[in-house]
C-alpha cells in the first residue's frame, strides 16, 4: 500500500494530544477513500469538525487510521451545525477554510442554518458528506435507503458556492481540490463534496499518481483595470465631502492600515457596520459614530447624508442603507462601489440585499484594489495617528442592583482592561459605544444569516484559531443563540480550547417579544401579552450547570452588579489558566417589560 504522506507541520499545540490512535500495521490494502484522506493530508488543512456517521465509514477510517487522525485532526462535535459554526468561527479569524464532516442527508439537514449563516458571511468552509450507494443493489436494507438522496447537494445548492457527488477516487481528488479553490476565491462561501459510500469502501488496485495541490489552485487575483481605478481616484479627488463605508473585511493588518491611509488622506468620514468584523478603527476621529446591525441612525447617518461621495467597500446593504438614510429618492451623492459580490448571487437566496444605484463599480475585493487606489491618489501608507483618537471611555461607575446590557459589556471591558481580546460573537442588544475597536482581531463580525444558534460555535472555532496568540477571545451570547449552540462547549472543553462565553440572560427570546409588541400595538391589541411563547422562566434555565455537565467552568448566575466584576475576573483568570468558562449573566431586558403573571399554584 502507498504510505500517506507526512503532515508539514508537527509542533502543534494540545488539542494534538488528544484522540491518538494506536498505529496500524503498515501494508495492506489502499482503499478510495485513503485517497480522499490523502488529499485533505495534500490541502494542509489542520482540523475538521465531524458529527460521524456510517455513510462516511470508510472516510473516517482513513482519517484516523491511514492518515493517524493528524492534520486533519478529528474535533468530534456533537451536532453538525456546531461542527460548520466552528469551521465559520476558524475561518473568520484566519480567512482559511476548515473542514466539515456530516453524515448522509441527516447530517446535512442539521448542518444546513449553518452552511447559510457562512454563506451569506462569505466566509469558507469545506463541507465534506456522504450517500449510500448510488448503486441500489450494492445499498444496505432499510438504513442505507433512507440515507440515499437523489440528489442531495440540492438540499444545500441555494447557498453553497458550489456542490459536487463524484464517482471515483481520482474524481473525489479533484472534487476536493477545485472545492477547496473555489471556497477560498473571493466572494468565499462553503462548498459540499458528497462521497458515494461505495466508492469510499472499494479498494483501489492501482494508486493514483502523486499530485501538487497547489497547482491546481492558482490564486484568482482580484483586479480592476487601470482606467477604472483612476476614474474612482478623480472622482475621490474632487470629493469635498467623501464618506466610506466599511462592509466585509480580512483580519489582516495591512488592509487595516491601508483602509485608515485611505481616510485620512482623503479626509472622508467613515461609518462601520456590526454585521461584519471590524475594519477601522472607532474612536478615530474620522470614525462618524458607533456601527449597529440595523441602518445607520444618528452621527453616522449625517455623515452618509451630508457627503458627495459615497465609497463603500463591499458593504452588505448598501441599497439598504441608502433607502434608509435619503428614502425612494437615491442620493444626489457619487456613488462608488468595490466589490465582488455579484459574481455569488444566485436565484435561490436573497442575501444579496437590493440592488443599489453605482455611479462606478470596481468589481473586485476592495483589499486587493485599496494599494492601487491609493497610489493613484498618491497617498502614502500613513502611520495612524495615535495621539487624535479620541479618548479612551472613562471610568465605569460601580453597577448595582439589576444588570443592564451596556453594564455589562462596559463592566466586562474594564475587568478584560489591557488584554489584547477577540469578541466572537456579540448579543443582539450589544451596544458598540460600549467597546471600541482598534484591530482587525477585535471583533470578528456577525453569524452572516441571521441563524440563531451559531454563536457559541462561531466562538469556539475563532478560540481554536486564536489560541496561543496571546489574544482573549470572548463570545457574548443571548441566552436562546447559547442553548440552541451548547454543545460546541463540550468540543471547547475536550480539545482544550480556552474561551470566554458570557450569556447575557434576559431569559427571553426577547428580539421577538419586541416584535410581537410591535403587532399588537398596530392591531391595538394587549401589548401585555408579548411575553408568552418568548420567556425562558419557570423554571429559569441553569446555564452554570449546562456548562458544568460538559465539563466547562460555570460562574454565576450573576443577578446584581455588585456580583459581576467578580464573577467576570474569575471566568478570564480561569480562561488564562486554558480554561473554557461560562457566566451566567441575567440581565434586564432592553426595554421595560411587563412581568409575566405568576405560575399558578405559586406566590
Ligand atoms: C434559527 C433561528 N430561529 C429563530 C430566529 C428568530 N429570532 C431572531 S432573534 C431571536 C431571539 C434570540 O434570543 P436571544 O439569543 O436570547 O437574544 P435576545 O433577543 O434575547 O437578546 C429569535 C428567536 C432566528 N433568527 N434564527
Ligand atoms: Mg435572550
Keep these: 500500500m ?10 502543534r499545540a494540545d488539542a494534538a494530544k488528544i484522540e491518538r490512535p494506536v498505529p496500524a500495521r503498515p501494508g495492506g490494502k489502499l482503499f478510495g477513500s485513503d485517497v480522499i484522506a490523502q488529499t485533505l493530508r495534500d490541502l494542509d488543512i489542520p482540523y475538521i469538525a465531524l458529527n460521524p456517521g456510517a455513510s462516511y465509514r470508510g472516510l473516517h477510517d482513513s482519517l484516523v487510521n491511514y492518515l493517524g487522525n493528524e492534520r486533519p485532526q478529528m474535533l468530534l462535535c456533537p451536532h453538525e451545525e456546531n461542527a460548520v459554526a466552528i469551521a465559520q468561527g476558524y475561518a473568520k479569524v484566519t480567512g482559511k477554510p476548515m473542514l466539515a464532516a456530516v453524515h448522509s442527508n441527516v447530517g446535512l439537514m442539521h448542518a444546513t442554518m449553518a452552511i447559510f449563516n457562512a454563506w451569506c458571511d462569505r466566509v469558507p468552509v469545506i463541507v465534506l458528506g456522504a450517500t449510500g450507494p448510488m448503486d441500489a443493489a450494492k445499498r444496505r436494507p432499510w438504513i442505507e435507503w433512507i440515507h440515499t438522496a437523489r440528489d442531495q447537494g440540492a438540499l444545500v445548492r441555494g447557498f453553497t458556492k458550489w456542490d459536487d457527488q463524484p464517482s471515483s477516487p481520482a474524481a473525489a481528488r479533484e472534487a476536493l481540490l477545485r472545492g477547496a479553490w473555489m471556497a477560498q476565491t473571493a466572494p468565499m462561501g462553503p462548498v459540499y463534496i458528497n462521497f458515494d459510500a461505495e466508492m469510499q469502501e472499494a479498494p483501489v488496485e492501482t494508486p493514483l499518481p502523486p499530485l501538487e495541490a497547489k497547482r491546481y489552485m492558482p490564486p484568482a487575483a482580484s ?63 474620522l470614525h462618524a459614530g458607533p456601527a449597529s446591525l440595523q441602518v445607520p441612525i444618528g452621527e453616522p447617518a449625517e455623515a452618509i447624508r451630508g457627503a458627495d461621495v459615497i465609497l463603500s467597500l463591499d458593504l452588505t446593504d448598501l441599497a439598504g442603507w441608502l433607502t434608509g438614510i435619503f428614502g425612494a429618492k437615491p442620493p444626489k451623492a457619487k456613488i462608488i462601489n468595490i466589490s465582488p459580490d455579484h459574481l455569488v448571487h444566485n436565484g435561490w437566496s436573497m442575501d444579496y440585499q437590493a440592488l443599489p444605484p453605482v455611479d462606478l463599480l470596481l468589481a473586485a475585493d476592495p483589499e486587493a484594489v485599496l494599494p492601487a487606489l491609493l497610489q493613484a491618489l498618491g497617498i502614502g ?37 489591557g488584554r ?33 444558534g451559531a454563536g457559541p460555535g462561531i466562538s469556539v472555532g475563532a478560540a481554536l484559531a486564536l489560541k496561543g496568540s496571546g489574544r482573549l477571545p470572548i463570545g457574548v451570547c443571548g441566552d ?6 451548547l454543545t460546541s462547549v463540550w468540543t ?9 462565553l458570557v450569556v447575557a440572560n434576559n431569559r427571553s427570546f426577547f428580539n421577538d417579544e419586541v416584535h410581537q409588541e410591535r403587532v399588537a400595538t398596530m392591531r391595538d391589541r394587549p401589548v401585555d401579552n408579548r411575553w408568552i411563547g418568548m420567556r425562558m422562566t419557570d423554571p429559569d434555565i441553569d446555564f452554570t450547570q449546562l456548562a458544568r455537565g460538559q465539563g466547562a467552568l460555570g460562574f454565576g448566575p450573576v443577578s446584581k452588579g455588585e456580583d459581576l466584576s467578580a464573577a467576570l475576573d474569575a471566568a478570564i483568570k480561569a480562561v488564562e489558566q ?26
Design 2 to 11: 502507498s504510505k500517506p504522506q507526512a503532515p508539514r507541520e508537527s509542533g
Design 223 to 285: 483586479g480592476v483595470a487601470a482606467e477604472t481605478i483612476k476614474a474612482a481616484a478623480d472622482i475621490l479627488k474632487a470629493a469635498k465631502r467623501p464618506v466610506i463605508l466599511v462592509g466585509r473585511t480580512s483580519r489582516s493588518i495591512e488592509a487595516w492600515n491601508a483602509r485608515i491611509a485611505l481616510a485620512e488622506g482623503l479626509n472622508a468620514q467613515v461609518v462601520t457596520d456590526l454585521k461584519t468584523g471590524a475594519g477601522f478603527p472607532t474612536d478615530h476621529p
Design 381 to 417: 501608507a500613513t502611520a495612524r495617528k495615535l495621539a487624535a483618537m479620541k479618548a479612551a471611555a472613562s471610568e465605569v461607575p460601580q453597577v448595582k442592583g439589576e444588570i443592564t446590557m451596556d453594564q455589562l459589556s462596559l463592566a466586562l471591558r474594564k475587568v478584560v482592561g
Design 420 to 452: 489584547p481580546a477577540s469578541l466572537t460573537s456579540l448579543s443582539l442588544s450589544w451596544n458598540a459605544a460600549t467597546w471600541p475597536f482598534n484591530h482587525p482581531l477585535d471583533y470578528i463580525g456577525s453569524n452572516g444569516g441571521g441563524g440563531v
Design 480 to 485: 436562546g443563540d447559547f442553548l440552541m449552540g
Design 492 to 500: 471547547a472543553v475536550h480539545y482544550r480550547i480556552p474561551l470566554l
Design 578 to 603: 486554558g480554561s473554557v468558562a461560562v457566566v451566567d449573566v441575567r440581565i434586564k431586558a432592553a426595554k421595560e417589560t411587563p412581568a409575566p403573571p405568576a405560575p399558578r399554584g405559586r406566590a
